[in-house]
């Protein structure tokens, strides 16, 4: 049995939908605002796919304007931007989001840089990591701000702790740091090129995992009592030889559950945990940009 507090995913991420439901109705009965939220799809991938039609179910449901753009995966790159020009243009959207990967040939940095910063709700734009870095307001990527609020609900106030975060993209590993730096928090930033990681870890009050390696943190890297955040989503096959020769996969974390629950003081599941968080984030970082675009609240 895991000593360790469950940090639920399902039950924050249904919370955060909740207050984004509220405010979405509020703002339409003060204000005369729907927020809108557009999803760009280009290509087939079935993953894609997936995630797309859970974020257009999910922004209806909260009671959001809602549109989602299928283009063939022959689509050009001009094509594309004078889509995202018009969705920059559109009055009635707030947010927009490209789904990635996109097919090759399409320059996947040219395209975000299209989008306006303001409506950037993936928080993925080269001005909004600069905003962030520059501890000025900025859209925040989703899954970032997703272990934010965990963190927060488990450890109210994080000024002073010394968190590790591993890894360094720029979807997950800097912009978390930037978070945990923000609120106070004495950050290092691991990679694969850090020495003596598991040494490294061990002085971690607070421990992100954002890896992609399956289970590579162990129970013996967690200082007693610490807060561990996995957002690593692996699939890999089964240990059972029988599922395993059937082709079944599972999905495990970055973090080995089993021995780190014995030691920190909370922990993520996976699944179940960071990953329920990142659409509700898109939800609420959309209500944000729209409230900014009208000028309610601070900017
Ligand atoms: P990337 O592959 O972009 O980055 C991985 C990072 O881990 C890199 O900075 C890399 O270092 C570092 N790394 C790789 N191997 C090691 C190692 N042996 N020791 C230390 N550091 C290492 O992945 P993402 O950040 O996009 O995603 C990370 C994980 O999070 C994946 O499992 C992904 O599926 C998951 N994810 C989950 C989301 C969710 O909603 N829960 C959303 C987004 C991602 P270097 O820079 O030196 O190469």
Redesign the pocket.
Known sequence: MPQAQIIDGKILAERLRAEVAQEVAQLKRSHNLRPGLAVVLVGADPASEIYVRSKGEHSLAVGMHSLTHRLGADTGQAELLALIGELNADPAIHGILVQLPLPEGLDERCVLAAIDPDKDVDGLHVVNAGRLASGLPALTP??PL?CMIMLRETLGDLSGKRAVV????????KPVAQLLLAADCTVTI?????RD?PDVVREADIVV?????PE?VRGDWIKPGATVID????RVPFRDPVKAAQGKTKVV??VHFRSAAQVAGAITP?PG???L??VACLLKNTVTAAKRLRGIGER
């Open positions: 989703c899954t997703g591993i890894g360094r993209s720029v979807l997950v590993g691991a990679h694969s090129r850090t990681l995992a954002a890896v992609g390696r590579m957002v690593g989503i692996n974390g970055d996976v945990g960071v990953g968080m990142t």
